[in-house]
């Protein structure tokens, strides 16, 4: 049931954004003169078809993983008399410029209407108090104490844990100092702090900056579940099961995720009783040696478990924002906007090497999180749409020929020079961008099943 449910939430995802982008250009086709002669959502055996009054042939194929729009154009055979004034070739530059950036826009759009839509209900965070800082951290060695909030970072006000991290991520890969700006508890004055870093999580799959920071949310837990147990794992060998809930590890009271996972990783080949809960009140003992695995660089211990936690914050360090529906939208178009240059420096990172390509991800990872993201609640699986559309609209806009990024290229230069860039050029360009594709595609894919041993 759980793979179904991923894959039906996968198919919405993808369904919903390959339509808007590609209606973008349909839409502006038809605007423009063009005629269309067919849309295509997926790939392969159509599943359903029908044409409307103009002759498009509208088409629901069997492959959703992406979809087109076939327009009357020269470069695609013979064209009648009667449609060469509708060909997309025949109009200028500017129209033709205008239907290829009108997939992105609409991406774009979808993400504000999708994040309007979660901001109508309010916006909550909770405010970045630490909760533990851990000791020997860069962060305690900076001076962060429990109870210190973070006020600004390098500047930029954080009113939230998730402002936090997003500035934060602006460091990894980097050497220097992080600018804090904080106050103790009990206090209302304001201290610059400074955390220096070398190469900041450069090689780090997934990087967590908080926790390498040595910072802890001051969250409550009240379970923390294994959601699926590995069957090649360490932890199903002792016998931990799917559905476990972790009491206590090595006779202390499991009080936090970074806890349970500080204690996993620092004990390869070395056995940890753990008291779990099973079926109805049920308490197990199970004696696990997590195994040793490397990754980024350390030796670390592993149980082949995920994990879930329930819990909650101190209900005084919650803040909640409610908009308007005007305020909704500027507030959606805002978070957009951010999003957008947050999808582009991690782009830029990548290129220049300061962020590890391990965190590429493939078709796996975004049918995972599609269905986590379902099973969390609506808002949280419209946040995700909004954010898989920004990404789409970031990555078909970069110069890249057979994207969208790569056509917008060949009608600047030919507004430039004057003339259309050569079919040769072009077909050149198409190959190269194809097999970069392709070789991007298959590295994602492999990251994805890599994450999963």
């Given at each position: ?49 029908w ?27 013979n ?23 009108a ?73 220097g100092d992080?600018?804090f ?15 220096p ?42 016998g ?12 202390q ?8 996972i ?37 030796q ?10 329930e819990?909650s914050?101190p ?17 959606a178009?805002?978070e ?13 990172k990548?290129?220049?090497?300061d ?5 590429i ?7 995972k ?44 230069v ?39 041993f």
């Amino acid at each position: 049931m759980d793979l179904l449910q991923t894959l039906f939430f996968t198919m919405i995802a993808l369904g919903v954004l390959v339509s808007f982008h590609e209606f973008g250009h349909f839409w502006v086709a038809r605007r423009c003169g063009v005629k269309v002669q067919r849309f295509s959502i997926g790939f392969g055996t159509p599943l359903l078809r029908w044409h409307d009054a103009q002759g498009t042939e509208f088409v629901l194929a069997a492959l959703p993983l992406g979809g087109y729009v076939k327009m009357v154009d020269e470069r695609e055979g013979n064209v009648s008399a009667e449609d060469l004034p509708h060909a997309f070739s025949q109009k200028s530059v500017w129209q033709r410029l205008a239907i290829v950036v009108a997939g992105p826009a609409a991406n774009f759009l979808l993400a504000v209407v999708a994040f309007w839509i979660v901001f109508l209900a309010g916006e909550r965070g909770i405010a970045p108090v630490a909760g533990s800082v851990i000791s020997g951290s860069l962060a305690e060695q900076s001076g962060f104490e429990a109870g210190s909030e973070i006020v600004a970072v390098n500047g930029h006000p954080t009113t939230t844990w998730s402002a936090v991290s997003r500035q934060l991520f602006g460091y990894i890969g980097t050497s220097g100092d992080i600018p804090f700006t904080v106050t103790y508890p009990e206090s209302s004055i304001q201290y610059d702090l400074s955390v220096p870093v070398t190469e900041w999580l450069r090689d780090a799959q997934e990087p967590s900056p908080l926790r390498e920071l040595g910072i802890t949310p001051p969250y409550k837990l009240d379970k923390l579940k294994l959601v699926t147990v590995a069957e090649d794992g360490a932890g199903f060998s002792a016998g931990l099961r799917d559905g476990d809930r972790v009491v206590t590890i090595n006779g202390q009271d499991v009080l936090s995720v970074e806890q349970f996972i500080q204690a996993i990783s620092g004990s390869a080949g070395v056995a940890v009783q753990l008291i779990v809960e099973r079926d109805e009140g049920q308490q197990l003992t199970i004696e696990a040696i997590p195994r040793l695995v490397e990754r980024d660089g350390k030796q670390l211990g592993q149980l082949g478990v995920q994990l879930s936690s329930e819990g909650s914050y101190p209900q005084e360090l919650l803040r909640n924002v409610d908009y308007s529906l005007v305020g909704a939208v500027l507030r959606a178009i805002e978070e957009t906007k951010e999003t957008s240059f947050f999808v582009l420096d991690s782009l830029a990172k990548l290129v220049v090497g300061d962020l590890s390509p391990k965190n590429i991800s493939g078709p796996i990872t975004i049918a995972k999180v599609a269905g986590d993201s379902a099973k969390s609640g609506f808002d949280n699986f419209i946040r995700f749409i909004a954010i898989l559309s920004i990404m789409l609209g970031v990555m078909n806009l970069l110069p890249i020929p057979v994207l969208d990024g790569g056509h917008i290229v060949y009608y600047l230069v030919e507004i430039i020079k004057g003339s259309p860039v050569s079919d040769g050029v072009q077909l050149v360009g198409y190959k190269i961008g194809f097999f970069m594709l392709m070789g991007l595609m298959l590295f994602a894919t492999y990251n994805d099943v890599m994450r999963s041993f």
